[in-house]
Structures are given as structure tokens and as C-alpha cells.
């Protein structure tokens, strides 16, 4: 909002015609009403001095010469009052006049039906405006009726152009106080408009900073009066349309960010189809960009079966949800739902989206992991029985007998090994192993695990060599859970190498790990395989699955512990041959 310069301007101009225009009137009326009065002043004067004339012919009345002394006395009492004086007899002569020498007297025309005349005789003063051809002027007449006689008729007459010249001069001295009162006039509509156009400023000054957001109240003093009271109005009224909006622009902001957090999509779409809001999961998952606000559902929603969903609660459905692949993702599983969103009897639609990526795969997980366990636990199961059948015959051979109770102990104990592992992984997946960490001397760990484990590398006749670099000698771990690790890993290494073959441990410090490699000279491991023996119930050779030896659990219990320290696990080849799998933990 800007203020128009030309409001002060307008306001002094409008206020100064007003003036001007009531100047004007009351000039008008008053110069009328002083003309009148004037030639009603004027009149009485004429009449008066007829009278006092009538009065002055008493004296003159007896003398004998009388016509010239009638005369001579018109033009004495004209000349004394400055105006024409004429005296009439009865019948209409005229006697004596100021204007006239006497000689000429007898050849004016008779006077007894001057209107002024006329009216004299009927009792009041007479009185007439005309053209005097013997002054040849306009004149105004008075004419009154004396005592007296041979005189019946006094008329005096004044030419109108001195009575003009009295009224303008009343006249000119009203425009003089009139052209004061409008110079008095002029300067209070100045001041005035001044004044309420710096008023008009001031509050389109603080409606200007509304406008711009800034909605501290003002410290301006509206005034009392009507302007005051509309200014306040408007002020308290934008205030209170500030607050509401702060209020409107809280909640949005606290339901923006209740929406930027959630992990479910969610898109509102108003009764129109326009898009209104897309939370940061929905623009994710439906691949939207910032122009998605404001655009037409069916533009933007790539996918036909969610267009639809949206479409259908649009109409004021409830549809089923829907399973399906986000566009260009064939990798992850949404839900959609949707849903009308009602207001003011129209229907919108609120469309929630459930990324079930995760879900999905840890159910596929979980049943894979239900049939391995069922396949590993039925290997022995299967054999166990097979034997028992075989031992519950009539007639077994004694040594027979022996080697099924011995193939028996062999399963049982393969399933109890199994049932142990899996125990063992149960609980760390659940957490419930805490770490008890302590600086732990690496070659007394390594030496306890190689003695423990001396009967079968005696009975393979491996050879282990153990080296550890002095600053690797000790590692803050849990002993324990290292000894576990370390065992699973030689282990392995003693199993899946051929006899008389070499087994190396070492310890070294690369960077801020410690690093323990144990290497063997066995046939290795795949490449394509080297990532997933760490997989639960994953071997190299399935067929190796039916040797009751391995549960297919160690590697993953070996990579449970060393992540629980913060460490990491390895698998490799070695360029001269067998494999090298290599734990290292933050020192
Ligand atoms: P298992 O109980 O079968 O040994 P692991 O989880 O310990 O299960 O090992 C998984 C698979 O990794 C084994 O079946 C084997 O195929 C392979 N493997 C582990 N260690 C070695 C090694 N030192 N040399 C060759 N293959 C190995």
C-alpha cells in the first residue's frame, strides 16, 4: 500500500471550495440584503428630505412672487441636499424644480400622473424608478403630499447611479471581508489537512509494515475521533489475523515436521486431485520432485494401481490396500493405502504408503532359516531312527550293534553341537551375551586354543606355528568370546585342510587394529564364495552338509563376536594356496 501524494492536496482543495462555496453564499445573500436595505435607507432618506422641503415652503407659501420664488427655492433646497427637487400643485404643474430653469416650467408636461404622484395622493409616500428625459437619467423618485397652499406634491429624485455607487461600495467592502474570511478559510483547511494527511500517513505507514510482515504493535496515537477509531479497529484486526496466522503457521510447521519424520509415505490430495502435501517418504518412494505440490494426482503418480487407490477414496471409497513395486524399483515392496479425508462435505483423499522392503526379507529370513534348521535337524534325525530300527532287530550282529550305536552317537552329537549353535546365536541376536572386555595376552590365547585343540591336529599331523609381533601382544577383548573366535577358525582350518599340511597364526598391528590371520594350506574357498561363508547354514560343498562334522554355524558365530567388538572378519585366498581368514580388532 503507498500513500497517494495528492491526498493532503485534496483535502485542502475540497475543504477551501467548501469555504469558498459558503463565502460565496453568505456573500450573495448578505450584498442582496445590504442592497435592499441600502435603497430602503435611501428611500426614507429621499422621503425625510422631501418632508423636511414641504416644512421650508411654509415660509415662502404668502409671498406674492410666488411662482419664481418656488423655483428659486427648489434649486436652493436641491443644491442644499444634493438631488432633484420638484415641487407639483394640485393639478399637476410643476412650481418650481432644481432641474429646470423657471422659464421652462411652463413647457414640462403636467406631473399629476407620475406613478410617484399618483401614490402620494393616495396617502404614503410614492415612489418610482424611471428614465428622466429632463435629466436624462435613470432616477429614482419619492414624492410626498404638503401642506401648503399652492404646493400639493413634493418629489425629490436621486439619479440611480449614485445609489449604484453607495451599494458597491457596500458591496466592495463585503469582498474585501469576504476575500479575509477566505484567505482565514484557506489557512484552516491547510493546517487541517495537514494534520489528518500526517494521520493518514502515520497509519498507512503501520499498515505497510503489517503488510510486511513486521506485526509488533504500533506505539502510534490514533486519536479518538471516527479516523482514530477505524484505525483502531483495522489494527486490532490485523493483529489478530497475525496471531491466528503465527498460530496456523505453528501447527503447520509442527504437523510438517511430524510428517518430514515418519517413515511412512504420506501424499494428500485436495477434492480437486491437486497434490497439497507430500511428506519427505512419499516423495521418496514415489520418485516426486518439488513441482509434485500443486500438480494433478494422475501427473505425477506414476503407478497406475496407486493413481487408482486415490482415485476410488476420491469418490469417497475406502479401498483395499495394494502390494506393489515403487516405479523403477523392482527390489522393494510398498503398501498403499487410501483413504477419503472429509471437510466441509468435499472429498479429498490421504494416500499412506509402508516401505515393507525389510519386513519382507526378514520374514523370508526367518523362513529360511525355520527350513534349514528343519533340513539340518532331520539329517540326524532321519539316521538316528534308520539305526534304532536297525538295532531293535532280533538278530543283530554284536559288532554291528556297535558301529550303529556308535554312527547314533555320532548324530546325537552332531544335533546336540547344532542345538548349541544355534542357542548360542539366538543369544547373541537377542544381546543377552554382554562383552566382558579386559587387555587379553594374544599369544596365551592363541597358545590355549592350539593346546585344547593338539589331539586333532596331532591326529592329522598338522603342524601349527604361532607368531606374534610385539606390539600385537596384547588386545582389549573378551577373552572368552576370542577364544571362541580363534577356536571356530582353527577349527576349520584343521578340517578343511588335507593331512600333514601347515597351519599359521599371526598377530601384527595394522594401524589402529590388531590383525589375527589364521592361514592354512587347504584347497581355499571359491571367490564367488569368499562373502557368504559367513552366511548361517552356508558351505562350499553341499555335499560335505551330509559329513556330521560342521554345523554351517561357526563362520556366523565367528562374525557375531568380532562385530560385537567392533571388529571385523575376513575371508581369502592366499596366492600360494588355502585360506586365510583374518580377524581384526580396535586395539
Ligand atoms: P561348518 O560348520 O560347516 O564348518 P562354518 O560356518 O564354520 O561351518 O564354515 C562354513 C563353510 O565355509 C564351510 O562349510 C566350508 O565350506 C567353508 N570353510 C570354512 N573354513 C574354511 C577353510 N579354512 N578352508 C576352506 N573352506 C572353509
Not at 534325525?381 to 534304532?388: E, P, Q
Not at 552366511?535 to 562374525?559: H, M, Q
Amino acid at each position: 500500500m503507498t500513500f497517494r501524494p495528492g491526498f493532503q492536496r485534496k483535502l485542502f482543495l475540497t475543504a477551501l471550495a467548501a469555504a469558498a462555496l459558503a463565502l460565496f453564499v453568505a456573500g450573495l445573500l448578505f450584498t442582496r440584503s445590504m442592497r435592499r436595505q441600502t435603497e430602503v435607507r435611501i428611500e426614507q432618506t429621499l422621503a425625510a428630505e422631501a418632508r423636511l422641503a414641504g416644512a421650508l415652503l411654509d415660509q415662502i407659501g404668502r409671498n406674492p412672487d410666488g411662482g419664481a420664488a418656488l423655483d428659486r427655492e427648489a434649486d436652493r433646497i436641491g443644491t442644499l441636499i444634493a438631488a432633484r427637487v420638484t415641487f407639483i400643485a394640485p393639478d399637476g404643474r410643476v412650481l418650481g424644480d432644481s432641474a429646470e430653469p423657471e422659464e421652462a416650467l411652463a413647457g414640462l408636461e403636467n406631473h399629476g400622473l407620475r406613478p410617484e404622484v399618483v401614490d402620494a395622493a393616495r396617502g404614503g409616500p410614492g415612489r418610482a424608478r424611471r428614465y428622466s428625459s429632463t435629466v436624462g437619467a435613470d432616477m429614482l423618485y419619492v414624492a410626498i403630499t404638503v401642506d401648503h397652499p399652492r404646493v400639493a406634491y413634493v418629489r425629490v429624485a436621486l439619479p440611480l447611479t449614485d445609489i449604484d455607487e453607495q451599494v458597491r461600495s457596500v458591496i466592495t467592502a463585503t469582498a474585501v471581508a469576504l476575500g479575509v474570511a477566505l484567505l482565514g478559510a484557506a489557512l484552516i483547511a491547510y493546517l487541517l489537512s495537514a494534520r489528518m494527511s500526517q494521520r493518514v500517513h502515520a497509519i498507512a505507514a503501520v499498515a505497510d509494515r503489517y503488510r510486511r510482515g513486521d506485526l509488533s504493535p504500533s506505539r502510534l496515537h490514533l486519536g479518538d475521533d471516527e479516523l482514530g477509531v477505524v484505525a483502531r479497529a483495522l489494527d486490532e484486526s490485523v493483529r489478530d489475523l497475525g496471531q491466528r496466522l503465527d498460530e496456523q503457521a505453528r501447527d503447520r510447521s509442527r504437523m510438517e515436521a511430524i510428517l518430514g519424520g515418519m517413515i511412512e509415505g504420506v501424499l494428500v490430495v485436495d477434492p480437486a486431485g491437486r497434490v497439497q502435501l507430500a511428506n519427505q517418504a512419499a516423495r521418496q518412494m514415489l520418485r516426486l520432485d518439488d513441482r509434485a505440490i500443486g500438480s494433478h494426482y494422475v501427473e505425477i503418480i506414476r503407478h497406475p494401481a496407486i493413481a487408482d487407490l486415490v482415485s476410488a477414496a476420491l469418490s469417497g471409497q475406502t479401498p483395499e490396500f495394494v502390494q506393489l513395486s515403487p516405479p523403477r524399483d523392482e527390489h522393494r515392496t510398498l503398501v498403499a493405502r487410501a483413504a477419503p479425508a472429509t471437510a466441509g462435505g468435499t472429498h479429498g483423499a490421504v494416500l499412506v504408503l509402508h516401505d515393507v522392503t525389510d519386513l519382507k526379507r526378514a520374514d523370508q529370513i526367518r523362513r529360511d532359516f525355520v527350513a534349514n534348521v528343519s533340513h539340518e535337524l532331520r539329517t540326524p534325525l532321519t539316521a538316528i531312527r534308520g539305526y534304532v530300527e536297525a538295532l531293535s532287530e532280533p538278530d543283530v550282529d554284536p559288532d554291528d550293534a556297535r558301529r550303529f550305536l556308535a554312527i547314533i552317537t555320532r548324530h546325537a552329537l552332531r544335533m546336540e553341537r547344532l542345538v548349541k549353535d544355534l542357542l548360542r546365536l539366538a543369544r547373541l541376536d537377542a544381546r543377552q551375551e554382554p562383552l566382558d572386555i579386559a587387555p587379553c595376552d594374544v599369544r596365551a590365547i592363541i597358545q590355549a586354543v592350539v593346546a585344547d585343540l593338539a589331539p586333532s591336529f596331532d591326529e592329522r599331523r598338522q603342524q601349527v606355528t604361532i607368531a606374534v609381533a610385539p606390539d600385537a601382544a596384547s588386545v582389549r577383548a573378551d577373552p572368552a568370546k576370542l577364544h571362541d573366535v580363534l577356536r571356530n577358525l582353527l577349527v576349520n582350518a584343521s578340517s578343511y585342510s588335507p593331512e600333514a599340511t601347515a597351519i599359521q597364526v599371526t598377530a601384527t598391528v595394522a594401524g589402529d587394529r590388531t590383525a589375527i590371520a589364521i592361514e592354512d594350506g587347504g584347497p581355499g574357498i571359491p571367490d564367488a564364495d569368499l562373502n557368504r561363508v559367513f552366511e548361517r547354514f552356508y558351505r562350499v560343498d553341499k555335499s560335505r552338509a551330509r559329513d556330521p562334522g560342521g554345523t554351517g554355524l561357526g563362520l556366523a558365530i565367528v562374525k557375531h563376536l568380532v562385530e560385537l567388538h567392533g571388529g571385523t572378519v575376513q575371508a581369502e585366498n592366499r596366492p600360494a594356496g588355502g585360506a586365510r581368514f583374518t580377524v581384526s580388532l580396535p586395539r
